[in-house]
C-alpha cells in the first residue's frame, strides 16, 4: 500500500513539468524541495541524534557561496555542487566537533553562534549581490533545475533511510537515547556523532547549492539568514522528528501557508509555525505524525527521566 | 583610547546585565531562555510607547521592570512550568526549545503589529555628552545605564547575600530538594526567580530602546547575552560582569585597530578561542 | 504523632513498599532497621513530600500528609537530615544553618538557636565561615543535624546518619541524638547500623523488602534470635 502511494508520488513528481507549466510553481516547487532536503539533514543530527542544531543556516550558506562561485567561474556544476557540499563539511568538522566535546548546552548554543558569525562575515565581504552573465541568463531554464532538485530530495531520503537501518544509523539512536549507555557498551560515540554531523552538513550544503542554481540575482548573504537556521527546525520538530516524513509533512505546510499568507499578511506563517511549534514541544514531542505512528514511545521515555517527584 | 576603553566598559555592563538575566535562570533551574533577548525588546516597545506617552525612557524602567516581571511569570506558568521536574539534560533541551519557538513568535508577532523598520526612542538628551577632558567625551545616557548597572550588582548581591528570599534561591540552585527540606517553596521560587530574570531586561530594554531595535535584533542580543554567560562560566550568576567587561572591552579595541564591521566578527572568534583554552568559562565556578 | 498507614509506595513503576504501617509517638524514638534496598530511605521521602505514596495514609498530629509538598510538611513540624546530608556545598556553614531557620516561626529565634547550635556542635562555630562542601563527612553530619535543630520543629526524621563515618564520630553523633530526644524532639531513626541504634531506640521496627517483618521494643530486640542472626552479626560496632 504504502510503495504503490510512494511510486504515484514519484512518478506525479517526475512528470509535473509536464502537467504544470507555470514557471512560478515550478520554482515553487524547487524551494519545497531545498527545504525538504534541508529539514531532513536537519533531522539526522537533531532528531534521530540528537544534537539539536540551530544554525544549519550556516552550513546551508556556506554550500550555496562556494556552489554559487565555483559556478559562476565556470566550474561544472556536477562539480560545483558537491564540492559545496563538501565545504559545509569542512567546516562542521572545524567547529561542530570541539562542540560535541564540550558541555551539554553547548551545541544549539554554539551553532547558533555559528549562524550569526557567518552571516556577518558574509555580510560585510560581499556587499554587492551577484548576477548571472549574459549568456547564462539566456540559458537559464527551469525545467534542468527541477530535476536536478528532485534527484537530491530523492537520493537524500534514500541515504537517510537506509543509513537509519543500518548499524550506524543503530548506533546513532542508541547515543540519542542515552549516550552514557551507548559508551558504556563499547560504541564509540564519538565517531557516530561525526559522521551524523557531516552527512547532515553535506547534504544541507547540497541544499544550499541547489538555492545557489536556482536563483539569477544572487545576495550572497541570503542564504545565511538566520531563517534557513530556524525553519528546519519549526517543520521538523512539528511534522515528526526521527521520521522521514515528518520533515517533508513539515516543509510542505509551511511553505503552503506561506505562499497563502505571502500577499496578505506577511510573516504570518513563521508566528502559526512558532506557536505550533511550541505547543508540539510541550504536549506532543512526536510532532504530528506521533498521531498515527504512535511516537509515544518519546514520551514515555522522558517521563522516566523524571528527577524529582516533587515539582 | 580612553575613548574607546570607556565606550567598551559601558558596553559591557550592558552585555552584563544581559548575561544576568539568563545566568540567573539557568543557574536556579538549568533552563536556558533563548527568548530573553526578545522579551527586552519587547520591553523596549514599551518604553517607546510610555516615550509618546511623554515618559522619559529612564523613568519608565520601574514600569518596565513590573510588566516584565509579571511577564515572566506568566510565561513561566503558562510554559516553563511544565518540565521543572525533568532530569538536567531533557530540562536544557525542553527550555531551548520552547524559547526557540517563543521567540520566533515575539519576533515575527513585533513585526506584524510594528514592523521590521528600526525605532529608536530619542530624548532631548540623545546624543549629548559629557566632557571630562579634551578630547574625552562620555556619552550621557551610557554613563546612566553604567550608574544602573551598578546599582543593579549592589542590589543584587544585596538581595542573595541579605534576604532570605534570596538566600534559599541560592540553596534551590545547590540542591532544590534540600532547600524544600528546609522549608523553601521551591515551585515559587522557581517563578519568582524567572519573572526577576525577564524583570532585570528592562534596564538594558530602555538602553536599547535608546540606541536602535527592531523586531529581529532580540536574538542578536541573546547571542550577546549567552557568549558572556558561557565565558563567565555557567551557571555562574557572578562570573557575568568580569566577562561582560571583557568583551566590551574585547570588541571596542577591536573596533579601535580594525575598524566598526569587524566588531561582531572579533568578539566572536575570541569567544571561541577563549572556550577552547577554557572550556568552563574564564572564571569556572566560583563560590557565591 | 506520626502516623503511617498501610503504605504502599512505588518508585519509577517498581512498587517498593508494601502495606506498612508504623507510627510514633511524642518524645519516642523510634528506630527503623534495614539493609540496602530495603525502602527505608523511600519511606522517609514519602514522609518528607518528596515522593508521593500510591496507596495508604500519612498524618502528623491528625493533619493528613498524603498530598502536602516538602515545605509545607517541614512547616508542619517534621524536619529531616537527610541521607548523605545534602548541605549547600558552595554556602558557609553559616548560611547553611541560617537556611534551616528558613520556616517563619524558626526565625525569629534564629540568633538563640544558632548559639544553642554552635554549644552542641563546637565545631560549628569554629568553621562558620567555610564552604560546606568543604567539609568532612563527619563535618557535614553535625551541619545536617544542626541545620535541623535549627528549624525549631519537634519531630525530626534521621536518614542514615552513621553512613560513611568513623565510629568515634558515629558515637559523637548519636550522643547528640540521644540529647535532643532528651529535650522533647520525637525522632524517628533509619539506620543499618543496628547495635548502636537498638541501644538508644525505646522501639525499633524491622523492614525488609518494603515490608515490616518484625516490630517491639529496642531492647526486646537486641535478644532476638533472629535479630541476632540477621542484623547483629552483620554489623560493626
Not at chain 1, 90 to 95: P, Y
Not at chain 2, 95 to 111: D, Q, R
Not at chain 2, 190 to 205: E, K, Q, T, Y
Not at chain 3, 6 to 31: K, M, R
Amino acid at each position: 500500500m504504502k510503495k504503490a502511494l510512494l511510486s504515484i508520488l514519484i512518478v506525479l513528481l517526475i512528470s509535473l513539468p509536464f502537467i504544470v507549466k507555470s514557471q512560478y510553481f515550478l520554482s515553487l516547487m524547487i524551494t519545497l524541495f531545498i527545504y525538504v532536503v534541508l529539514a531532513e539533514s536537519w533531522n539526522l543530527l537533531g532528531g534521530y541524534t540528537g544534537q539539536v542544531s540551530l544554525g544549519h543556516g550556516a552550513f546551508f550558506g556556506v554550500g550555496s557561496l562556494v556552489t554559487r562561485l565555483l559556478w559562476i567561474n565556470k566550474v561544472p556544476l556536477l562539480l560545483s555542487l558537491p564540492l559545496g557540499g563538501l565545504s559545509a563539511s569542512l567546516l562542521a568538522a572545524i567547529v561542530g566537533i570541539p562542540c560535541f566535546r564540550m558541555r551539554l548546552a553547548y551545541f544549539p548554543i554554539g551553532t547558533l553562534a555559528l549562524s550569526m558569525i557567518a552571516l556577518l562575515t558574509v555580510k560585510n565581504i560581499f556587499t554587492v549581490a551577484g548576477a548571472l552573465s549574459t549568456e547564462r541568463l539566456a540559458s537559464y531554464e527551469i525545467f534542468s533545475r527541477y530535476y536536478l532538485a528532485l534527484f537530491i530530495v530523492i537520493v537524500t531520503i534514500i541515504v537517510i533511510y537506509y543509513l537509519m537501518r543500518s548499524r550506524p544509523g543503530l548506533a546513532i539512536v542508541a547515543i540519542r537515547d542515552n549516550e552514557k549507555a551507548a559508551a558504556a557498551i563499547g560504541i564509540k560515540t564519538l565517531i557516530y556523532k561525526t559522521l551524523a554531523l557531516l552527512i547532515s552538513t553535506f547534504l544541507a550544503g547540497l541544499a544550499g547549492g541547489i538555492y545557489a542554481y536556482q536563483h539569477v540575482s544572487y545576495y550572497y548573504d541570503a542564504p545565511f539568514d538566520l531563517n534557513w537556521s530556524f525553519t528546519p527546525t519549526l517543520t521538523t520538530f512539528i511534522g515528526g522528528i526521527s521520521t522521514i516524513a515528518g520533515p517533508i509533512i513539515g516543509s510542505v505546510c509551511f511553505l503552503a501557508l506561506s505562499e497563502i499568507f505571502a500577499v496578505t499578511l506577511g510573516e504570518v506563517h513563521v508566528l502559526i509555525f512558532g506557536f505550533c511549534f511550541v505547543l508540539i514541544v510541550l504536549f506532543l514531542p512526536g510532532g504530528l505524525l506521533s498521531f498515527k505512528t504512535g511516537n509515544q514511545v518519546k514520551k514515555i521515555r522522558e517521563e522516566r527521566e523524571v528527577k524529582s517527584g516533587f515539582l | 583610547m580612553l575613548q574607546t576603553l570607556t565606550y567598551g566598559i559601558l558596553n559591557g555592563l550592558l552585555y552584563s546585565i544581559i548575561a544576568l538575566g539568563i545566568s540567573l535562570v539557568f543557574g536556579v533551574m538549568s533552563y536556558l531562555n533563548i527568548a530573553h533577548g526578545s522579551l527586552i525588546i519587547l520591553g523596549s516597545y514599551g518604553s517607546l510607547y510610555l516615550f509618546y506617552f511623554g515618559l522619559d525612557p529612564f523613568i519608565s524602567i520601574p514600569i518596565l521592570m513590573v510588566s516584565l516581571f509579571l511577564v515572566g511569570i506568566i510565561l513561566f506558568k503558562l510554559l516553563y512550568s511544565r518540565f521543572v521536574s525533568l532530569v538536567e539534560g531533557l530540562k536544557i533541551q525542553k527550555s531551548l526549545l520552547v524559547s526557540f519557538g517563543l521567540m520566533l513568535v515575539i519576533e515575527h508577532g513585533a513585526t506584524m503589529i510594528w514592523t521590521s523598520d528600526e525605532k529608536s526612542i530619542s530624548p532631548f538628551y540623545s546624543g549629548m555628552s559629557f566632557e571630562v577632558f579634551s578630547g574625552f567625551r562620555v556619552p550621557l545616557i551610557g554613563l546612566a545605564g553604567g550608574f544602573l548597572a551598578i546599582i543593579v550588582i549592589i542590589a543584587l548581591h544585596l538581595f542573595f547575600s541579605r534576604t532570605y528570599f534570596g538566600k534559599s534561591v541560592i540553596a534551590v540552585s545547590q540542591d532544590p530538594e534540600a532547600a524544600s527540606l528546609m522549608g523553601v517553596n521551591v515551585k515559587r521560587a522557581f517563578l519568582i526567580s524567572f519573572g526577576l530574570s525577564v524583570c532585570l531586561g528592562a534596564i538594558p530594554s530602555v538602553l536599547i530602546g535608546l540606541q536602535a531595535f527592531s523586531p529581529s535584533v532580540g536574538i542578536e542580543w541573546f547571542n550577546k547575552g549567552i557568549i558572556v554567560v558561557m565565558l563567565g562560566g555557567l551557571g555562574n550568576i557572578y562570573g557575568v560582569f568580569p566577562a561582560g567587561l571583557f568583551l566590551g572591552i574585547v570588541e571596542a579595541i577591536s573596533v579601535f585597530f580594525f575598524g566598526a564591521p569587524y566588531r561582531e566578527i572579533t568578539g566572536l572568534v575570541i569567544f571561541v578561542l577563549v572556550l577552547i583554552v577554557f572550556p568552563n568559562g574564564l572564571f569556572g565556578s566560583i563560590p557565591e | 504523632m506520626l502516623k503511617v498507614e498501610h503504605l504502599d509506595a512505588h518508585y519509577e513503576d517498581l512498587q517498593v513498599i508494601w502495606d506498612l504501617s508504623l507510627e510514633v509517638s511524642q518524645g519516642e524514638l523510634v528506630a527503623l532497621i534495614g539493609s540496602n534496598g530495603s525502602g527505608k530511605s523511600t519511606l522517609l521521602r514519602v514522609i518528607t513530600g518528596l515522593l508521593p505514596p500510591t496507596q495508604g495514609r500519612l498524618t502528623y498530629k491528625g493533619t493528613l500528609l498524603n498530598n502536602l509538598t516538602p515545605h509545607e510538611i517541614v512547616n508542619l513540624g517534621i524536619s529531616m537530615v537527610p541521607e548523605n546530608r545534602r548541605v549547600f556545598p558552595k554556602m558557609t556553614v553559616l548560611a547553611n544553618l541560617e537556611m534551616g531557620a528558613f520556616p517563619n516561626k524558626a526565625r525569629e529565634d534564629k540568633h538563640k538557636s544558632l548559639n544553642k547550635v554552635y554549644e552542641v556542635f563546637p565545631l560549628l562555630r569554629e568553621r562558620a565561615q567555610q564552604f560546606a562542601g568543604s567539609l568532612s563527612g563527619g563535618e557535614q553530619q553535625m551541619l545536617a543535624v544542626g541545620r535541623a535543630l535549627m528549624s525549631k520543629n519537634e519531630f525530626f526524621l534521621l536518614d542514615e546518619m552513621s553512613l560513611g563515618l568513623g565510629p568515634i564520630i558515629v558515637q559523637n553523633i548519636f550522643e547528640v541524638v540521644i540529647q535532643i530526644n532528651k529535650e522533647g524532639i520525637s525522632i524517628l531513626l533509619v539506620e543499618q547500623n543496628v547495635p548502636v541504634t537498638l541501644r538508644i531506640a525505646d522501639r525499633a521496627y524491622i523492614l525488609e523488602s518494603g515490608r515490616i517483618v518484625k516490630h517491639d521494643k529496642a531492647k526486646k530486640l537486641l535478644n532476638d534470635p533472629y535479630v541476632k542472626g540477621a542484623y547483629l552479626g552483620t554489623s560493626i560496632g
